[in-house]
């Protein structure tokens, strides 16, 4: 069986639907992929949340695609008989809102103009892509979610949506990720976008006429990658090991075998993604606070009146989003009488860690979703 | 008593003086301060060695420095009756090879063309920065050195001296560093290097006519100086604390304090250092192996035959250069037979720590250079 990328547009102005910075975005579309059936009862949906630069393609493989060759990025976790198991689950991954992958961003076109956005694109919030992500779970008539899953910012809209629509939501796992970003976090994101908005080929955003910031949305990515992988890791893969030579060349090439890693990664990510929406989505992320936020949007007390189950899991080599985060989280979830269970993994490969297949990840979140559909 | 920037100028064909890259670099002026008094047996003599963007200005005011507001960079530790005490001590501080305080690196005037070197400044190692260093101090009359001290990138200096002229070395202090750049070192040097490289207007290396990659250059002292700090440090300081608003501005000003502050720490170093000096260290700090290195250079081997004194300073904090490599430091020093003390000086500051005012470290300083005194 496999599948196909599908598009849901809505008109938000229609709907009377605002984005958290007051401004309205319309039309909106957003990709999304489903896997296996929804049941009669429509109560078997497990909605993904993707990573910072993912996409709605979380497994399986494209129906149209004669090379086979992209399984989606969680292809490990969710397929028939797998961790999340496409036979009992109706699985729903939506690319987020202000991504490039097929839902609507600053790369989109703007009906007012006839032009890509670009920085015309209001900017989104966690809340907003968790709005317009409902949009499509009412399309396709689900209105109570089995579970909401997903790692880093993915995570945050798992913690998102449980606050925003707790009486949709029966369980959830956020993995490797936050309540709020902390200083460094945002640090990080904030060279990101630094080093594309200093590309004069970043022209203000106005760049979709010719070949864009390439070299700077290239080191963004590079800072951005180092953030997701370890010390530990890092010196497994590649120590101080050398790039096809045997001596330093005492010039600037890459040397290091970490340094023609990181540059390829960059060029690599520059040709597949948007520059305009790693602003966005950093600076979503960046905003994103869990217990206290902008004037419109609702905050952790909003669970109170529910109780939902949770499963936090965190990595004992991320640090982006350390344990002591999830741990705070945990501790801020309890407190609305909330039943969280939480596991820290033991693993040297840093934030990005619930992108590798590891068969205890599977176990936990298999073992989850068993326990839901006992209760 | 106020003291002045003095330079140092040597032929180094004439001396026959190759750089570990095989070529030849020549003239070499390199910019020194001292302060105190050399005694009659010339034994007291304290080299400092400054980090990455430091400069020979390690304490005391300039006497034509009429504003008085520029004290040097170690003053806590470095003057009369402090941690390093210039009463007893004659203290000397070179600007480090290839950098842009006075000593010559690649913003130099090149001799043979009449213009700034540019990339045609010959890549430099530690190894030959302390070589440069060391006709300094002939110049000076000292051939041995009571202690040689440095943080950071300055500590690399303090090992490689201790390979390169075991013989001149009574004592030394290597604090927050390493005996080699892991690959997370790397990649942020890397990343660093490659903003730098991004921006257009540092055509190659070949800008000084103009105003410079200034953008590449903050973006890249961004990265740098996150890697300084730690994620408590940054919590404490900034946490999501915004800058002068109450609310998010949804557009991509700076909203947090800490947003801010690093925009401003990147274009005030912009301001003051040359960013193909920038360049030339990192590669030289990415370089350094104090075990094993180019074919040119000496190794810890040559420890062998000398028995220093070395105080190995680490941070808790310190995730550039974390504890558990100053702890292979101290192994690797054990075996060749050298006298080690080892401390981990617990603060939350992160890398840069040992340039905030901490009376443990000036207590700790004082005391083993006592020692040394009384062996």
Redesign the interface.
């Known amino acids: 069986m496999k599948i196909e990328k599908q598009y849901f547009t809505y008109d938000a102005s229609e709907k009377g639907q605002q984005l958290d910075?007051g401004?309205v975005l319309s039309p909106v579309t957003i990709a999304y992929e489903t896997i296996g059936r929804l049941n009669h009862s429509r109560d078997n949906a497990v909605l993904i949340c993707h990573a910072f630069s993912g996409d709605s393609h979380v497994a399986d493989l494209y129906w149209d695609d004669p090379s086979e060759s992209n399984p989606g990025w969680w292809d490990f976790m969710v397929g028939p008989g797998k961790g999340i198991d496409t036979d009992r689950y109706f699985v729903i991954c939506c690319n987020i809102l202000g991504s490039c992958m097929g839902s609507t961003g600053p790369s989109s076109i703007n009906p007012e103009t006839g032009k890509a956005y670009g920085?015309d694109f209001?900017?989104v919030t966690i809340g907003d892509m968790i709005n317009a992500q409902k949009q499509v779970l009412a399309h396709l008539g689900i209105t109570k979610l089995h579970s909401v899953i997903g790692g880093s910012v993915g995570g945050m809209q798992v913690l998102e949506w449980c606050v925003r629509y707790p009486e949709m939501i029966k369980s959830a796992i956020p993995i490797a990720t936050t309540m709020?970003?902390?200083?460094?976090a945002?640090?990080?994101n904030?060279?990101a976008?630094?080093?594309i908005?200093?590309?004069?080929l970043w022209n203000k955003g106005d760049y979709y006429h010719s070949s864009g910031p390439g070299?700077?949305l290239?080191?963004a990515r590079?800072?951005g990658h180092?953030t997701y992988?370890s010390?530990e890791a890092?010196?497994r893969?590649?120590?101080?090991k050398l790039q096809d030579k045997e001596?330093?060349s005492?010039?600037?090439e890459?040397?290091?075998q970490?340094?023609s890693y990181?540059?390829h990664q960059?060029s690599k990510f520059a040709r597949r993604f948007d520059a305009n929406s790693v602003?966005y989505i950093t600076?979503a992320a960046?905003?994103f606070?869990l217990a206290d936020n902008?004037?419109t949007r609702e905050s952790l007390q909003d669970l109170r009146g529910n109780r939902s189950k949770f499963l936090v899991i965190s990595y004992t080599s991320d640090?982006l989003y350390?344990t002591y985060q999830a741990r705070e989280l945990v501790k801020a979830l309890k407190r609305t009488g909330q039943d969280v269970s939480f596991c820290e993994i033991e693993a040297d490969c840093g934030h990005d860690a619930f992108l590798i297949k590891d068969i205890r990840l599977t176990n936990l979140i298999r073992g989850f979703l068993d326990g839901i559909e006992d209760a």
Chains 1, 2 share one sequence.
């Open positions: 910075s401004l920085l209001p900017m709020r970003h902390s200083a460094l945002i640090a990080f904030e060279i976008r630094q080093a908005m200093a590309d004069p070299l700077g290239a080191v590079m800072i180092v992988l010390d890092m010196r893969k590649f120590g101080r001596d330093f005492f010039n600037f890459a040397d290091f970490v340094e990181l540059r960059g602003l600076k960046d905003y606070d902008v004037n640090w350390p």
